[in-house]
């Protein structure tokens, strides 16, 4: 289909081809695009209309129900050529009548004997020798570690990286600027190393120290701060394309994700080794040692994946599958430009133009990637976790002890006490159709019903065996029922082989599913227990806090229907996952949020998915991939499931077990009294069926029923001291537990091999690759039956690999001097730019292996540089020879980043909140949005910009005028434009404007006698230096009212806001140099 | 730089100079510093048009129910499809659904418009008119960035900004890329208006005609003289700064002519939004005296899109106002998944008159000849209802219309199946529109592009052609 984007590599394959035959080129030029756009939807591998196929010569040779569809050679003859010519069939039905040229090259085709190529399923032989050429591209050659250079001048260089750089200045024949002053310096670096600017008690210090190491003092003080994580974490949002929403129409949140933008900032201030970064970015759930938060009881470790959920799904896609590969596609396109400098998804329609990397490359790596599902991880550590575990679980026994003697001696006077309970609530409606009919009840009270007005005697008998008659014809016509459905039950949870073919986290699900009795103390309200449940799998025995991740097995959808047997409630929710699309919540994807706590069968309507891939899926309410609109905020949730039938009938089976039947055993009831009786000796059968653990359906429904209708004491005010206790314990307890701590991940499911799209397009599936790295380092399939991706990540994380510390020391040199060594930061590839310095980079590259990855031990060798601490004045030389000063003759202006540019505002004014983590602030803005959600304060509550919610279709404003990515895919180089309306923001804009007003304020707060000392002040506080004579008396005469003596200029706010405002609008304080 | 010197001129210019803005030095020293940032570019060849208007009705209009009459629904009204029919966003594929209106032959072309559109209908004889185009995308998020970039995601440039990358505006106190932001912000979000991977500048400004500021920030929190004073003291203390940092760098240089851009931008803006000096009789032809206040309002972004393309302004697109009859639906107002008629309804009255104004007052005053007006929504609906009076999406054919320069008039290309639900003739295509409309500025759309990420991109992708049979 032409919808995909990147299609535009076809060329290649159709070259290929073309250098067979003539005629096989027409075929790929002309008759195969109109085959696949125009035929093979109704004629192909998912439809075969009339018995017919259009997509292999072999099949286009057998033909349909009405004969072959071509004769080779004789066009007359061939049907397909009478269709699209409308003699006979109308072809395409209902579709685009072909254009006449496309007929005319369709019966040419048939003339030239109906030629075809096999879909390549190796990259045409003519690639390979354009594999062999590009491995010997520069950045695919192992690193080095080149000798450092020898240099005429010797009283420069401080570092390694100085003497690279000197080399290349003299080879040039240029000498290097003279180093920047101390306060110019102090701004770079503050700037740099935190994004924000530096203090004047800072500059002071710095200026005083007469050390010869108070520069390295700086570098380690800055090193050590906080804030550096914070700035550092924001570059690295960029590459991740770092968002809390999923875009499209809707801008669903993903909740939770700005825990991994905290895992982030932790990350770097605690100068986690870039190769444990990227493990745990792509397999961080599997490692087997993951790194732990102690002081937050968290595995860091689990927070990587967060990014690949960091994805732009389709709205209610009616094509799930082309969502998919829109999803994927992505992922890829993230992971290969942030780790390796590498644009594989080019790859999604066939082998890359320019760089080794084939379509089986990118197919193979699909798998890697639609392998793992989308979900939320729990991050806190077992013991967390487990808390209260062990006692919650002893208390439960004792329980079951107490309210079995409870309810053994109770004697439920059935004339009075027993109600005809209120209909069950009708089932959720799996999707908007309207719910299944109400089944008749035939719970324990049937018979009570019928015959409580029912006189003895001979009329009792005879109404006894109509009553008798009726629950044993229902019981054999649900039995027929489910006989005739055509129900084929794929897995029932309550065999532990099927619950452990099963993909299941989470601390609410136990290790083998349960038998029939299980129940839940119940943590509020005068009730103890909920009720009785039959066998299966419970998420909340112990506590509903507790998260439960259930999920089947990857199937193709097959019938038209799908049931599962399965109860929850507080927003828990089964669907059935449609290739993996993770929003879906009704409707055309199948799904229902729970609201019964009683165990039924739930329809899914699937005829609309038929032939898609699926899994099916139970989880609690925080641990679903989209948030339910208003959650509850204590974080119970539940549920409970048994069995999964799969079938074409438009209802679901019925439940077999009849609780009235259990009364049928034994002679026949001649009175009411006997009855009675019968209820009662039924009933203690049932709660010691239960105190033993051997209750059968028919038995744990029928207790269910007494329990749930207060039918034996289950009311905290008839429980004996000993029973109430232990629920007081129980309850104090749970209050106790902690609710786990969810963020975005990826859960482990059906690992499978993604079958290659011809051509991008995903309704022409080839042969399925295996899955793997690049083939260009050499990948081996994945022998695990996992997805994958721990290989994947041990293949990046690879000191071997070429790219990775290659790419991550261009990344840390950009940031610090303006430009990579590699300009395109994101691109080593030969589309993108070649290194200025390339020994220099490999050189980088080897001494960041070396020294164990570390980002802060790279970072301060640069910085410690000569070459870092350039002025930024060049020489006339420099200015002429290199005018784009490539060779780092001086240092480079830049821009602040939005994010500093806002930040420094409030560092500047006083006003800024350090506060680390959380959630994000909403953001501030008045225009117009689509469902931008709330709106934050116009200060962003005084937090750092990282703190700003980011919401895909309702970004920050004032931040988006000065470059802020749009999160759509890798950003490693962020625009600079320098356009008016930045100017009209820092002029108008309503932020900046309090905030000079704040800082207005404070000026005059602080006091000082002297306008003149105030300027001064003011001037070192925003742009780190001191104010010149003549800055001073243009500030003064500034400040200067007509009618405003200089004592009441002290205390005039405007004034000062005017200058504070003012100083904002300078070009050094947006600038650094 | 700003200057003294400066002020003084500015008080001496006329306003209309002022905002030509190529009659100073002023102007020209701006337009140096904004042309340093982005080049602007030739035409590759002799262009028909300088500006397009487009008219976008967000929600999907039914085509079969305004520009395609198709007989056969009538006929076979309430039976299924006799063809295969597509997935559905609601699955909830009813019978076969006449249309409530009745349709009417107008102008010298006799094109049948039906009557929700009768204003449109008399200008029949303006109007090339398309029956066959096509989308790719079957939601509305996906469908608006598809029409809008070419690309069902957000990260893709506007066809807006494609254009103002191309050829750059020929005003410089403007934007040259403007939404007009009445209605809501379309379903996807207001990136839809952004600039992909092209630099921020080309991005579309949003300008509310109802807002007290019209566009982001223009309001000066002062007295121009303050202002004045403000801008004189950044200058000196920039140009201090430069000279003690060694002659400063390039980027400072624009950095500083911005804000000269800026300041008169605080004019411009509000001399465009000033509508004083618009006859009663213009405004009329708009509907702004409109009891209806959306046809009122939709009326006056018409009439400001006419002074925008008078400005020089390259791009501009307009928005639908949602139906205060349901206020849900603030980002699709056409999007009648159930009660069609009444929604069409409204929002036919809505937009009518003041499209029929527009292009009428384009023609009265020669302007038409240099703008093509384009009409189209994300997709069309289904000729088979969704439950009792519903219409679902349906991307597989539909119909637009453009007006202006370049293009045929009193035509219509293409045409859909007898039920009108998939094109068969003269298949069209976003990148085949887009193709077109650049062909008519004068840009060869094969040869507009911008590299990011590796790759060469284009408007129309790597498809697309110029439908050579609509061209005048």
Not at chain 1, 308 to 337: C, F, H, T
Not at chain 1, 604 to 631: L, N
Not at chain 2, 415 to 441: C, I, K, S
Request: net charge neutral; glycine share 8%; charged share 25%.
């Amino acid at each position: 289909m032409l919808t995909q984007a990147r299609f535009a590599l076809l060329l290649v394959v159709v070259e290929a081809a073309a250098a067979q035959s003539p005629g096989l080129e027409h075929f790929e030029r002309k008759v195969r695009p109109v085959l696949v756009r125009s035929c093979q939807g109704c004629h192909g591998a998912k439809i075969e209309q009339a018995g017919l196929r259009l997509d292999s010569r072999a099949a286009v040779l057998k033909g349909g129900v009405s004969g072959p569809a071509v004769r080779p050679g004789d066009p007359q003859a061939s049907l397909v050529v009478k269709a699209i010519r409308h003699l006979g069939p109308r072809m395409p039905i209902g579709g685009a009548r072909l254009h006449p040229d496309e007929i005319e090259a369709i019966e040419q085709w048939v003339k030239n004997g109906a030629p075809w190529t096999d879909e390549p399923t190796a990259p045409p032989a003519g690639s390979k020798t354009i594999q062999e050429r590009t491995k010997e591209y520069w950045a695919l050659q192992p690193v080095t570690k080149p000798a450092v250079p020898s240099v005429t001048r010797q009283d420069w260089d401080r570092t390694p990286v100085d003497a690279f750089i000197l080399a290349a200045l003299e080879k040039s024949k240029l000498a290097p600027a003279p180093r920047a002053d101390r306060a110019t310096l102090l701004r770079r670096l503050t700037l740099d190393l935190t994004g924000l600017p530096p203090k004047p008690e800072e500059l002071g210090a710095f200026q005083n120290d007469k050390s010869p190491n108070a520069y390295r003092h700086v570098v380690d003080r800055l090193l050590e701060s906080p804030r550096f994580g914070e700035n550092w974490a924001r570059h690295w949002m960029d590459l991740v394309r770092y968002s809390e929403s999923h875009g499209s129409q809707g801008d669903f949140d993903l909740p939770y994700a700005w825990r991994y933008r905290d895992y982030l900032i932790r990350a770097f201030n605690q100068d986690v080794p870039y190769d444990q970064l990227i493990r745990e970015h792509l397999a961080g759930d599997l490692l087997a040692a993951p790194r732990i938060n102690r002081e937050d009881q968290i595995n860091e470790s689990m927070l990587g994946t967060a990014h690949l959920r960091m994805v732009e799904y389709g709205y209610i896609p009616v094509d799930a599958l082309d969502d998919q590969l829109k999803v994927v596609d992505n992922q890829i396109d993230v992971i290969s430009k942030a780790f390796q400098g590498l644009t594989v998804s080019c790859a999604r329609c066939h082998d890359h133009k320019f760089d080794p990397i084939t379509q089986n490359d990118f197919y193979s790596l699909y798998g890697v990637l639609a392998s793992s599902r989308h979900g939320q991880v729990v991050i806190d550590t077992p013991g967390r976790l487990s808390r209260h575990r062990d006692e919650l679980a002893r208390l439960r026994v004792s329980l079951r002890g107490e309210l079995a003697r409870l309810w053994l001696a109770a004697k439920p006077d059935l004339s009075t006490e027993l109600q005809p309970p209120s209909p069950p609530a009708a089932p959720p409606a799996a999707d908007k159709k309207p719910p299944e009919p109400l089944k008749p009840d035939y719970g324990p009270l049937t018979l009570w019903r019928e015959l409580k007005h029912t006189t003895a005697g001979d009329a009792f008998r005879a109404a006894w065996d109509r009553a008798a008659a009726g629950v044993r014809k229902q019981i054999a016509d649900r039995s027929e029922f489910n006989a005739r459905g055509g129900f084929r039950s794929v897995w029932n949870l309550e065999r532990p082989s099927d619950y452990n073919a099963w993909f299941r986290t989470g601390n609410g699900l136990a290790a083998e599913p349960s038998k029939a009795g299980q129940f839940f103390v119940l943590t509020e309200g005068d009730r103890a227990v909920n009720g009785i449940y039959p066998a299966g799998v419970y998420s909340h025995l112990l506590s509903r806090k507790h998260s439960g991740v259930l999920q089947s097995p990857r199937f193709q959808i097959e019938s038209d229907s799908i049931s599962v047997r399965a109860l929850g409630g507080n927003l828990a929710w089964a669907r059935v996952v449609v290739e993996n699309y993770a929003l879906g919540n009704g409707g055309i994807f199948p799904a229902t949020n729970f609201s019964d706590d009683t165990m039924r069968w739930i329809r899914f309507d699937t005829k609309y998915r038929r032939g898609s891939h699926a899994y099916i899926e139970f989880v609690t309410m925080d641990d679903r991939a989209r948030t339910p609109g208003a959650a509850p905020a204590d974080g119970r949730s539940h549920f409970g499931a048994a069995e999964v039938v799969f079938h074409d009938s438009d209802a679901p089976p019925q439940e077999e077990a009849v609780a009235a039947a259990l009364l049928l055993e034994g002679p026949a009831i001649e009175s009411l009294a006997q009855l009675s009786d019968r209820y009662l000796v039924t009933l203690r059968r049932c709660v010691e069926a239960w105190n033993a653990g051997t209750l059968t359906p028919a038995e744990a429904a029928f207790l269910d029923f007494f329990v749930r209708n207060g039918l034996v004491p289950n009311s905290l005010k008839q429980m004996p001291a000993a029973a109430a206790a232990l629920i007081a314990r129980y309850r104090a307890l749970e209050a106790e537990v902690p609710v786990p701590l969810r963020a975005p991940g990826v859960l482990i499911g059906t690992a499978f091999d993604q079958p290659l799209f011809v051509r991008g397009n995903h309704l022409r599936p080839g042969p399925p690759v295996p899955r793997r790295y690049l083939e260009v380092f050499g990948s081996q399939p994945c022998s695990s039956p996992e997805s994958g991706r721990l290989e994947l990540a041990e293949a990046i994380a690879s000191p071997a690999n070429p790219l990775t510390a290659r790419v991550m020391v261009n990344r840390i040199w950009h940031h610090l001097f303006g430009r990579g060594i590699v300009r395109t930061v994101d691109n080593f590839g030969r589309n993108g730019d070649r290194p200025s310095h390339p020994e220099l980079l490999d050189y980088l590259a080897a001494r960041f292996v070396e020294e164990g990855w570390s980002i802060k031990s790279m970072i301060r060798l640069l910085v410690t540089s000569s070459v870092y601490q350039l002025s930024s004045l060049p020489s006339a030389a420099a200015a002429r020879a290199d005018t784009a000063n490539v060779l780092l003759q001086h240092a480079r202006w830049r821009r602040l980043t939005a994010e500093s540019i806002r930040d420094s505002i409030l560092a500047v004014t006083g006003d800024l909140d350090t506060t680390l983590y959380g959630p994000g602030i909403d953001v501030y803005y008045t225009g117009k949005t689509e469902s931008g959600g709330k709106i934050g304060p116009l200060d962003g509550a005084r937090r750092r910009s990282v703190y700003q919610r980011i919401k895909r279709n309702a970004q920050n404003p004032f931040l988006e005028v000065f470059d802020s990515p749009k999160p759509t895919s890798t950003r490693g180089q962020r625009d600079s434009t320098n356009v008016p309306a930045q100017s009209l923001a820092m002029l108008n804009d309503r932020f900046v404007i309090e905030q000079a007003s704040r800082w207005a304020g404070r000026v005059i707060a602080d006091g000082g006698t002297s306008v003149r000392d105030r300027v001064e002040r003011m001037f070192r506080r925003a742009l780190g230096r001191p104010a010149t004579a003549a800055e001073v008396s243009a500030s003064l005469g500034f400040l200067a009212r007509p009618g405003v003596t200089g004592t009441e200029l002290l205390s005039h706010h405007q004034a000062w806001q005017d200058l504070a405002h003012s100083i904002f609008n300078f070009k050094e304080f947006l600038y650094v140099r | 730089m700003f200057d003294e010197r400066l002020m003084l001129n500015r008080r001496q210019l006329s306003r209309r100079d002022m905002l030509l803005g190529t009659s100073t030095g002023f102007g020209l020293t701006a337009f140096a510093g904004l042309a340093a940032e982005s080049p602007a570019r030739k035409p590759h060849f002799e262009p028909k048009i300088k500006s397009v208007i487009f008219c976008f009705m967000s929600g999907g209009v039914s085509h079969v129910d305004s520009f395609d009459p198709k007989p056969r629904l009538a006929r076979d009204a309430g039976k299924p499809m006799p063809m295969p029919v597509k997935p559905t966003m609601f699955n909830d594929v009813k019978g076969i659904m006449p249309s409530p209106w009745s349709f009417k032959n107008y102008g010298q072309c006799g094109m049948p418009v039906s009557e929700l559109f009768p204003h449109m209908g008399s200008r029949a004889d303006d109007l090339c008119l398309i029956r066959s185009m096509t989308s790719t995308a079957n939601e509305h998020a996906q469908g608006n960035f598809v029409i809008h970039t070419g690309q069902p995601f957000l990260g893709f440039p506007n066809a807006g900004a494609w254009i103002n990358y191309g050829l750059g505006s020929e005003n410089r106190n403007l934007p040259g890329f403007v939404v007009l932001a009445s209605g809501g912000v379309p379903l996807g979000g207001i990136g839809m208006y952004g600039s992909g991977f092209l630099p921020a500048e080309h991005q579309a400004s949003l300008l509310y005609p109802e807002a007290l500021e019209a566009l982001s920030n223009i309001r000066p929190n002062e007295e121009d003289r303050e202002q004045q004073r403000r801008l004189a003291f950044i200058s000196s203390m920039d140009r201090q700064f430069m000279g003690h940092a060694g002659g400063g760098d390039p980027q400072i240089e624009t950095a500083i002519r911005n804000y000269e851009t800026a300041y008169r931008m605080q004019t411009a803006v509000p001399e465009l939004m000033e509508l004083s000096g618009e006859s009663e009789a213009t405004k009329r032809l708009y509907g702004m005296d409109s009891p209806n206040a959306n046809t009122a309002a939709y009326g006056k972004q018409c009439l400001l899109a006419r002074r925008l393309v008078e400005r020089g302004v390259r791009f501009i697109e307009l928005t639908c106002l949602m139906r205060p009859s349901d206020p849900g639906q603030i980002g699709n107002p056409w999007d009648q998944h159930t009660a069609l008629k009444e929604g069409h309804a409204e929002m036919a009255l809505q937009v009518d008159q003041p499209i029929a104004g527009l292009v009428a007052d384009l023609k009265a005053r020669g302007l038409l000849d240099q703008t093509l007006v384009i009409w189209a929504g994300e997709f069309g609906r289904t000729p088979f209802a969704q439950g009792a009076n519903g219409r679902d999406h349906n991307p597989s054919g539909f119909s637009i219309w453009l007006a202006g320069g370049g293009v045929k008039r009193g035509f219509t290309y293409g045409q859909t199946d007898e039920f009108g639900y998939y094109a068969v003739e003269n298949n069209m295509t976003v990148y085949d529109l887009w193709a077109t409309v650049l062909h008519l500025l004068g840009v060869d759309h094969e040869r507009l592009t911008y590299r990011f990420g590796g790759r060469d991109y284009r408007l129309s992708d790597v498809h697309g052609r110029v439908i050579r049979d609509l061209l005048a």
